[in-house]
DNA sequence: TTGTAAGCGTTATCAC
DNA sequence: GTGATAACGCTTACAA
């Protein structure tokens, strides 16, 4: 198997450089001799090899996509979106796993640059300065996802997590709660921890609710066990709350948990709204409601985007998603 | 950017061919030279293209992967464990997202054939004839992950579905058990299913217990939705089913809820024990008592396979990966 | 120890 | 229309 161009022309009885305007839908070139050619590349079953291609033509069909962390759950829709879009687009896409190591995504920024991909999709991180400046002596196009910069003008696909959160805790607002807590992520991350405790606060404070610190408990991150240490720690602080938001679906997973275990029934007692909307979201007892962020979509957009970039669209606008509330079982009205 | 070996053998005053020497740790220059090059190396911070040497080579350090869905949980953990061996190995991953479906299947197959990729990993589906012919056609490396074949003989890496199987039932048998009740995949799915159903017979049978087919429901996969029907219908066929045995975690997440829903309390009056130990398996409530497939050593172990083939290794072992159980809450002991 | 030159499988620029 | 032929950036005989 595995013949070359150069195995057709022979068998066509042309010169290898008729074969390929063929293959390239140049002009330049009988219909019969097409006919000819064509022939040849189906008995011999030729397909062209792309590493000869990527490096005639600086172009290889492939993105690089890193991600800190693959098992996290939101990370299979991303890349799904991502893939499909790139499959569809006709390139292919390389994972990187970076674990939010500075020196592990060098290294793989740099493997991407040996192998000559033609865009990156940066995901759910900080672009520090080193991978910027890196990135940009590659020469390609770069957008971030999930994500987005300060520092640099770098495109990016994200939801606005301020707004979204304004919009859970108004959501619970609406439903007549007015002693809300959160637990959040790590308020030093200020791609998604940050700006959801000020979205947070924004809605407390735009609908006359004040804002008591003790009422939102940092966690260190997004995860189930943060769930329910947070939990935990909401109850000794504000015991009071009738409801909370959770930054992630984790750890409102978490929370659910641990309030199941001091006998809290939720909603009944207590409301919880939960950040991503995952497929797990549906699963907890009861079904979480949860404000959904369309990762599928933010994956097919941002490699969208990055294949813009590398047909040579120059400026390219960053999106951002549109967030919706996915209502299920645990909020429940507040009866004044 | 980007310089080639040319201008670091002009800028060290040498020729390539002695760059290319230094740059593959081969013999044939003095050390003097080599700490020259390596100079004019480090000041032009020049790195090889992986794409000319992949062509002169015939070897991209790239290997492929197929899923047939991404967004299972499952998954992420295969791809992390394949990714971190192959990174060790420098290597890079291309993720291909069949959704189980043939013609998509041969169009990744054709493009990673293009690719010239240098192995690939064929996860959890059947490997049709038409994809071997293919993959054999291409004489590269293929080893089969969470999944294996009748027809040729393909080494793969899997945990035994039909032990495991037998195993987590032995395991509700040990408990105290005798009424047992199994919602199963689908059972013509010849790799995850029908093993299963096997195994849990098995167990029975070798327990004294007796197999009443009215006890075991088949899904048609293996998701909550299939859970939640799956667990309905049993309770309709075989209500005296004092403990469960479901084929996936997710279909265990499915019959907690639905247990819950009609009221039934896990694991006083119903034990159930899930397959699979995602992470999603400690969230639930009660957590989850799994048996644990080793995903992440898996994809680990079937990366390392390819690459140990890929070098030359003429007979590479199929691996039957340990299983074990993830004891969490969700089984009681039966008494007598 | 080092350099020259022929590939690897393409595409693209010339001539004819 | 078509065919040589020079790139692309590298490795590797083969010479020197």
Redesign the pocket.
Not at 13 to 18: D, E, G, L, Q
Not at 26 to 30: F, I, R
Not at 46 to 49: D, L
């Given at each position: 198997m595995?013949y070359?161009?150069?195995d057709v022309a022979k068998k066509a009885?042309?010169?290898?450089?008729?074969v390929?305007?063929i293959?390239?839908n140049?002009?330049?070139?009988?219909e019969?001799?097409k006919r000819k050619v064509l022939e040849a590349i189906e008995e011999l079953d030729?397909?062209?090899?792309a590493?000869?291609?990527g490096?005639?033509?600086k172009k290889t069909s492939t993105i690089g996509v890193l991600f800190p962390a693959l098992s996290s759950m939101l990370v299979t829709e991303l890349l799904a979106g991502i893939e499909k879009a790139a499959h569809q687009l006709g390139s292919s896409v390389i994972v990187c796993h970076t674990e939010s190591n500075g020196s592990k995504t060098m290294k793989y920024l740099q493997l991407l640059n040996e192998k000559r991909v033609d865009g990156i999709i940066f995901t759910s991180e900080i672009l520090k300065e080193e991978y910027y400046e890196f990135i940009q002596k590659m020469n390609i196009p770069l957008v971030l996802l999930s994500t987005e910069s300060r520092a640099y003008s770098v495109p990016y696909v994200k939801v606005d997590d301020r707004h979204a959160a304004y919009s859970a805790a108004q959501y619970l607002i609406k439903k007549g709660h007015t002693r809300i807590g959160m637990i959040s992520g790590n308020q030093n991350d200020l791609i998604a921890g940050k700006p959801r405790i000020d979205g947070f606060k924004d809605a407390l404070m735009d609908h006359g609710l004040s804002v008591d610190d003790s009422r939102i408990v940092c966690s260190e991150g997004f995860t189930f066990a943060d769930g329910i240490k947070g939990f935990k720690k909401m109850r000794q602080q504000a015991a009071e709350v009738t409801a909370i938001f959770a930054a992630s679906d984790e750890i409102a997973f978490g929370a659910i948990s641990a309030a199941y275990q001091q006998g809290i029934r939720i909603p009944e007692e207590l409301s919880i709204i939960g950040y991503d909307n995952l497929s797990i979201a549906e699963m907890s007892i009861p079904p979480l409601t949860s404000l959904a962020q369309p990762f599928y979509e933010m994956g097919e957009k941002a490699a969208n985007m990055i294949f813009d970039m590398i047909n040579g669209e120059q400026l390219v606008e960053s999106r951002i998603m549109p967030h919706s509330i996915m209502e299920r079982s645990s909020v429940a009205e507040k009866e004044e």
């Open positions: 595995n070359t161009i150069k009885n042309v010169s290898i450089a008729t390929s305007r293959l390239n140049q002009k330049g070139y009988s019969k001799t030729y397909h062209p090899n590493i000869a291609r490096l005639i033509n």
